[in-house]
């Protein structure tokens, strides 16, 4: 089992930038494939990003391919989302998951897939 706690959000104009951060607790996060979600109020949440347990294999929703970096450090059991050139259309809670993966090169691109979630930390992108 794993417990997760993101951070990093906060106001940022439109054009700025951001990092959010997930720290995971438990030995084993080097074995589980992460992802980033977002939701914005009234609407359901979405995929965002993807990377494998080894961090080899990244994935990006169309939205924001060539701004954002999904990144992961297992020596310090993190996974980063750095968030570039942002939008007011970027505004909404981001959520980190985990799940545990069995092959070290899968990514998992919906929230189904997910079996752990952090609480979420809210991102606002004024214009």
């Known amino acids: 089992q794993v417990q997760l706690v993101e951070s990093g959000g906060g106001l940022v104009q439109a054009g700025g930038s951001l990092r959010l951060s997930c720290a995971a607790s438990?030995?084993?996060?080097?074995?589980?494939?992460m992802g980033w979600f977002r939701q914005a109020p009234g609407n359901e949440r979405e995929f965002v990003a993807a990377i494998s347990s080894s961090g080899g294999i990244t994935y990006y929703a169309d939205s924001v391919k060539g701004r954002f970096t999904i990144s992961r450090d297992n020596a310090q059991n993190t996974v980063y989302l750095q968030m570039d050139s942002l939008k007011p259309e970027d505004t909404a809670v981001y959520y980190c998951?985990?799940?545990?993966?069995?092959?070290?090169?899968?990514?998992?691109?919906?929230?189904?897939?997910?079996?752990?979630w952090g609480q979420g930390t809210q991102v606002t992108v004024s214009s």
């Open positions: 438990g030995r084993t996060f080097s074995r589980y494939a």
């Open positions: 998951a985990a799940d545990l993966a069995r092959l070290n090169y899968i990514v998992l691109r919906t929230s189904r897939d997910y079996d752990y």
